[in-house]
């Protein structure tokens, strides 16, 4: 038996073995860069990182003219459209968030039965009518919330082979907006140090902006992290593409009374569907899992009625 039929076996502790398993990295290709070459977790998601990458310029250089072997009209009647300016615009960035991320989802419901019960119970000072704030408001201050706890949900990587992460002192929460020109993300400012009314103001307001394309270019960037709701049309669970240089993007589902087995007996609770993409090379699951679970708390009983603080 000669030399190359052995396998050299590269030092890493457990964990760095586990996590290359989840990623399904073959752990004795990765170079490591500790003493007596150690593989560590930042030198799995570097490797990864580079296979991502020498995928998507083969890719895209495969696919540069993308020719039908058959043209449409050859089955039957078509119309040619133009592509909207701004999902034309916004194509590149999907794309390249999407084969440069490794991304993963994490599916979970949040009880909002106390805060949907608070927020129909709100009402104006000084008219005495019912205030239309939407679960939106509570949601993005929720968000908030829970990226002070979890920093490394508030951070960004440029390169990943400096090995630099920046992060972020600021709260601005991305806001996708449906609009008849495409889908825009404006980012509400500062949403830690804002009530309730006041986000709820601001939202109406990007959201206007962005319906009469009367936003500022620089108000699409800039952004903590983003959430794009499909409460006030349907549908539960999804995988939303996280908008790069952000690391997670909150996809919020619509609400549903259910029946929850609390204490011995079945109970009607109000479950918000919740869909958190992340990018796995600076997020862990066990991380996105405890960040889905302070987030349901800052949604839940306890934390409803500090949110209008």
């Known amino acids: 038996m000669s030399k190359k039929d052995f396998i050299q076996i590269v030092p890493a502790s457990p964990k760095a073995r586990k996590f290359a398993r989840e990623l399904g990295v073959d752990i004795n290709k990765v ?25 998507e310029k083969t890719y895209f250089k495969k696919n540069e003219k993308n020719e039908l072997e058959y043209a449409h009209s050859e089955f039957g009647e078509i119309e040619i459209k133009d592509i909207p300016r701004v999902k034309k615009l916004s194509s590149k960035y999907l794309v390249n968030s999407w084969t440069q991320i490794p991304h993963v989802t994490n599916h979970d ?30 949601i993005v201050k929720a968000l908030s919330a829970s990226l002070k706890k979890y920093p490394s949900f508030n951070s960004s990587i440029d390169k990943i082979d400096n090995g630099k992460m920046t992060f972020k002192k600021y709260y601005h929460i991305g806001i996708a907006v449906d609009t008849p020109h495409g889908l825009m993300v404006p980012k509400l400012r500062n949403a830690d140090n804002k009530d309730i009314s006041l986000i709820a103001e601001e939202l109406k307001k990007i959201s206007d902006e962005c319906k009469n394309l009367k936003i500022d270019k620089k108000e699409l960037f800039g952004g903590s992290m983003t959430v794009t709701s499909l409460g006030g049309i349907g549908g539960s669970f999804f995988t939303p593409i996280i ?13 549903e009374k ?13 479950m918000l569907p919740l ?21 349901k708390e800052n949604l839940g009983k306890n934390f409803a009625y500090k949110l209008t603080v």
């Open 243 to 255: 908008n790069y240089p952000e690391v997670a993007i909150l996809g919020v589902g619509k609400s």
């Open 31 to 55: 170079k490591g860069s500790e003493r007596d070459g150690r593989v560590i977790e930042e030198d799995i998601k570097l490797f990864v990182y580079k296979k991502t990458e020498k995928k």
């Open 109 to 138: 419901e949040a009880d909002i039965t106390e805060m949907e019960e608070f927020r129909n119970s709100l009402t104006d000072i000084y008219t005495g009518k019912k205030k239309k704030i939407t679960p939106l408001a509570f």
């Open 258 to 270: 259910k029946q929850i087995y609390i204490n011995g007996k079945f109970e009607t609770r109000t």
């Open 275 to 295: 869909s958190l993409s992340y990018d796995h090379r600076i997020i862990d699951g066990a991380e996105a899992a405890r960040f889905n679970n302070e987030l």
